[in-house]
């Protein structure tokens, strides 16, 4: 008996032959990736390889010289900004600093994509809201407090929350745990990994964060000169013979011997 093709995971994310130029000076060169429903994908390179950028036109935020991007099977370089706002409801998004409305209760920040997106009344917005915040793992008496009142590792929960307000199938996070404790930043993760593997989420993560690829990331995917290096489990990107991803690795055996104190 032949055996039966496996399934084809469905892709999330493609990006194909992007170029990108900011001042001047080339960004990506070619730059071209896939996703696929239900990964955690961590994107890591050194500074100024554009990972956060290559992040804002995912998202639709900035828009690469040439090349073409997809979401859920729709271009985001052709949409038009009612087809990008129908497409901004199914992703979630963690910018590195969190980008809370400073003026607004935790509660109202999280609410504020329901506002804008639905036509829920404001009070069912407000009980979502609560919902989410609960969901992350916050208290119920954080939903009146400002997010200046918040601690570091508090505001990336309320920052997380208001990404998950709509229910995306997608995440975007950026640098999620920049400026935690390693405390606060390995509760993070976990709290990431939870949430994808309990809601069925597709996570790209951009990070330094050496732990976390070590922790709940499926596959990394590694940009140097313009362009992907390298894609795969941190076991296989261990065989790339490249300086500074042998830098990079480095810095976690010094880290854990230091730790060991030896």
């Not at 961590?42 to 390889?49: C, F, K, N, R, W």
């Not at 804002?56 to 935020?61: A, H, N, Q, Y």
């Not at 497409?87 to 003026?103: E, I, P, T, W, Y």
């Not at 329901?114 to 939903?143: M, S, W, Y």
Request: glycine share 10%; with cysteine.
């Amino acid at each position: 008996m032949a055996r039966m093709a496996e399934p084809v995971a469905e892709s999330v994310i493609e990006v194909r032959d992007v170029s990108t130029t900011l001042g001047g000076r080339s960004i990506h060169r070619g730059l071209s990736l896939s996703v696929a429903r239900g990964e955690v994908i961590a994107l890591i390179g050194g500074s100024g390889t554009g990972k956060s950028v290559l992040l804002r036109e995912i998202i639709g935020l900035l828009r690469p010289r040439t090349g073409s991007i997809d979401l859920f099977g729709q271009s985001v370089l052709d949409s038009s900004g009612e087809q990008m706002n129908l497409l901004r409801r199914r992703f979630g998004v963690l910018f590195q600093d969190g980008a809370l409305f400073s003026s607004l209760t935790v509660e109202d920040n999280v609410a504020t994509p329901l506002f804008e997106h639905t036509n829920l009344p404001h009070a069912i917005c407000r009980q979502l809201a609560r919902l989410k915040l609960a969901l992350v793992g916050l208290a119920p008496d954080v939903a009146a407090r400002q997010p200046s009142t918040l601690s570091g590792g508090m505001r990336k929960r309320v920052a997380l929350a208001r990404a998950l307000a709509l229910d995306p199938e997608l995440l975007f996070l950026d640098e999620p745990t920049s400026g935690l404790d390693p405390i606060s930043a390995r509760a993070f993760d976990a709290l990431i990994r939870l949430l994808a593997d309990s809601l069925g989420l597709t996570v790209f993560l951009v990070t330094h964060d050496l732990d976390t690829l070590f922790s709940i990331i499926d596959r990394v995917i590694v940009l140097a000169d313009g362009r992907v290096l390298g894609s795969g489990t941190v076991a296989e990107l261990r065989h790339i013979d490249d300086p500074w991803l042998n830098d990079y690795f480095a810095a976690r055996a010094s880290e854990g011997e230091t730790r060991h104190g030896t």
